[in-house]
């Protein structure tokens, strides 16, 4: 069997600056993510982060990858165009795409939905509960009617994206918010999985089914049918056809 | 009752440059659309074209308008990002958007769908069956099982766009090919209607059906509630809103 | 202008048997709900219910009538199937139907859905905020960013429908669940609409926000064309037709 | 792994009855369909059909089958109301199920999509093409642009279905109507796929790429997750759960 090759791209800015984050997450969030993964047999993983060339996603970088998982928080203008373009291709080529948290703004997930993908926040410490509302679909495997997280950055209704093609998760705040907390879209042939958890400062991402969520969604957004190529058709064609079919 | 204000944009080259379109529009196709619109009394209309300053389509023109035609076909390129950027925020906070024909190329509908909108065509002058199949929806209003087309353009699936929130009309043509003819989305506040049809040198903007659809539209995609703000909130909550609800 | 007709059913059985039903609802929750809509000059109502002979819904009672609201609790298995039926066929047919809290067990909403339509609830006089998801719609207007309300019955995920056209509102509840609360979808020629707020004890139907969604709804819901037949074409087509179109 | 459990449902009485039908189907189409379906190392087959006993769909028959295919044609009034209702439990827990041809007459997928599922017909031995609109899709696996039928019965629009979750095909006729011939949608837990192909007399089912759809089909409507229960929970909430999440 062939593994599902995940890349984890992330900014990696606020582990390198600022000392709280570096202490839940020493060697980087894209790091934490990839631990958890690769633990996974049918999973290979490598990541990329914001400062190297091209961003870490130069064209071999994403032809070798089956689904991308998107952190950024402060520094989602310095992605260049160029490269969000690139990966836009992939992604309508049958690329999975799973953006994380605070990517809500990145300029790739804004790029793919349309809208301002804007919301509310609040950090406060508070608690959080993620109803599962689609217990059937593969990213719920294993969870049960919610997720319960006791520390969290709130993130509240309106979210500006286009209606899901399904609602996963829907989260409630303790301070009295509603936020749809797991969205999934499908853009040309790839799969787009929005999941709200994470914060750099709080160990979201070292709760299990936090990242029981994120493998899940890893084999979810895998392209079902490898296209022979990336992008999509735009062809003329032949006159000859008209009257016999 | 205040009037819907109309705003029809067009490229408006091919009818300067090129003998054959002149003939047919010899206005030009904004001021063809715009001559049966104004033939409406809840309807105004304005035009802007790409060679007037900032594409005719200034923060105040904007402002004016409750719902914008968009026609385009050889020059999408040379639209300027800020304009589109302009448009999109408008559309996002409620504006509506009908997209004609070789539109499907345009940035501002490639920018609202984040797909790359791409299709096959041919020119062999064959006939389309536009058929409805959504005979209770506002924009069929007055068109029966299917408008006939005796001499069409043809354009063909695969359409590389989000699935639409609802379809509205299916082409058959004769040489075989079938398209997504009519479709509608929002985004944001705004809606969207592609509309197939339309060619620089077939008459098809003085066909009556056509033009009952797209005054349909125009109708359809008027904002149903004015917005005081353009955009959408990206708000940090009050802290102390924690416990009291 | 004509008015849009709307017809207000209710089971009508506990407020002549529950003397706190009775208290807060001394006329019955359809002629409470009446009589809101009846202030507004482009609505007209009528009331029907389920003791009547064929619970009021005739057939010249449903031709008569735009939009049907629906109030069900405790007795929805002995709505006859034959109403459901006719019921059925005139929302296919295009006339709105609004199912109201508890009515999401109903025989009508359950057969238009597909589905179980089950959820979780919980009596406690709980705080319950219901955030507006969608403020461009005809159905949020005139309501800002959410609904508050002080003591309501709790509806809690998974509630088991089909994904709906598009999300209008999602609670939150004091004890810790949210739900989809605000739902639309179209069934043929028909638009529906599922809002959750409501009680045969609490006084819901007399708060003035949840009466101006209700108004707004009505509007949505009125068919948008009326239909020369109710039903939808099973039609054989004449054979000659081929190679000729 | 466990091998996908497949039950293919028959009416199966023109193939008794109807010298023409028999030539094609000798064994009945359900055996067909049956024989394709074994080759496939992944997947397991059962047969059921009207006459037996319970429809040959039995309790215990469900609770082993993964994925149902039906196919009805002249009978379905005869099908019990009360084996409609256990085979939508089943679809509602999980169970994946496929609806050929006329089958979208019949009572179970009625039942799901809440509407009357009519359509334009003719029988005229007419050339048909089915475009793939979802290349990315598990069901169009194997399929480029188009599977071409020589000789087809028409369905055309419009076919009065709930807006598909995704379309996968959409069909061309050699007379001039179009049909959305792939369609899939998602109720409860449970997959369904609705595929246009079929005739009681032409030979469809030994078509190869039909054979292909059917087979992705299968795998693809498989439960994703399996359930504990079959049915969704309508549940009182504990009432102590208020102020404690």
């Excluded at 690769?38 to 993983?45: E, P, T």
């Excluded at 402060?74 to 799973?98: P, Y």
């Excluded at 049960?144 to 996963?168: N, T, V, W």
């Excluded at 992008?231 to 016999?244: L, S, Y």
């Amino acid at each position: 069997m062939n593994k599902i090759r995940a890349t984890v791209w992330n900014e990696f800015r606020q582990e390198k600056s600022e000392e709280k984050v570096q202490k839940v997450y020493p060697d980087g969030i894209h790091n934490a993510i990839a631990e958890f993964l690769d633990k996974h047999q049918d999973i290979s993983v490598k990541t990329a982060t914001l400062d190297e060339a091209e961003h870490g996603l130069t064209e071999q970088v994403l032809d070798e990858t089956d689904v991308l998982i998107w952190w950024g928080h402060l520094a989602h203008r310095e992605v260049d165009d160029a490269i969000v373009d690139r990966v836009q291709q992939c992604v309508l080529a049958g690329m999975g795409l799973i953006v994380l948290h605070s990517g809500h703004e990145s300029k790739i997930f804004r790029r793919l939905m349309g809208t301002s993908c804007s919301l509310r926040w609040r950090e406060a410490e508070e608690r959080e509960r993620l109803w599962n509302v689609a217990p059937g679909h593969e990213i719920t495997r294993g969870i049960g009617d919610y997720i319960k997280l006791s520390c969290a950055e709130m993130y509240g209704e309106r979210f500006d994206i286009p209606e899901p093609d399904k609602q996963i998760f829907i989260s409630w705040f303790q301070g009295g918010e509603v936020f749809r907390s797991g969205c999934v879209w499908e853009r040309g042939n790839g799969r787009i999985f929005y999941f709200r958890p994470g914060h750099e400062s709080y160990p979201i991402f070292k709760d299990k089914n936090i990242q029981k969520v994120i493998v899940n969604a890893v084999r979810w957004a895998a392209p079902r049918i490898m296209q022979d190529t990336k992008g999509c058709p735009n062809v003329k064609e032949p006159i000859e056809k008209i009257g016999g079919i």
